[in-house]
């Protein structure tokens, strides 16, 4: 199946990418390790069923060293041997910051409490904002069919450079 629209394509659509591409670029300089932002973008695009998005972040993750075994357990994470305290912290706070109509309170306290355990001010801050920017970014690909499989690492950095 072909993408609906291409917004790549679109005046409108490139003026939004370009500031939602600065918006990425905080959160990418930020002091939250470059591995738990790509474990994070992964997971939460996996629960939205982004193929756009996992083929960015498998490959991104991939190319900066990330192993196939942690990147294979992504998805199971908490069956799993393979990822530190902090990791399993960040990635509890993007299942629940990406299912937030599955619990009434959205990201639990314990969750929270354990990301705060982890992570600085600075990072937490990044970890949030990640959260929401990927959420978004599922949605924008997710609605026009924007498919995975043809991303190569490095591609999203150089439409915006």
Not at 62 to 76: C, D, I
Not at 142 to 156: A, C, K, L, N, T
Request: proline share 2%; with cysteine.
């Amino acid at each position: 199946m072909d993408a609906r629209f291409n917004l790549f394509d679109n005046e409108i659509a490139d003026r939004f990418a370009k500031r939602f591409a600065g918006a990425g670029l905080v959160i990418q300089q930020s002091p939250l390790p470059k591995s738990t932002q790509e474990l994070v973008s992964l997971r939460a695009s996996q629960i939205n069923g982004c193929g756009w998005c996992i083929d960015m972040h498998t490959k991104e993750a991939a190319a900066a060293g990330e192993t196939a075994v942690r990147l294979n357990l992504v998805a199971a994470w908490r069956e799993s041997t393979v990822f530190t305290e902090p990791e399993r912290a960040a990635l509890a706070l993007a299942e629940e910051g990406t299912r937030l109509a599955d619990a009434h309170e959205g990201v639990s306290d314990d969750t929270w409490a354990q990301a705060r355990k982890h992570y600085d001010d600075d990072q937490i801050a990044a970890l949030v904002c990640l959260v929401a920017l990927i959420n978004a970014a599922n949605r924008l690909a997710v609605i026009v069919h924007q498919r995975g499989g043809s991303y190569e690492p490095g591609m999203f950095a150089a439409a915006f450079d």
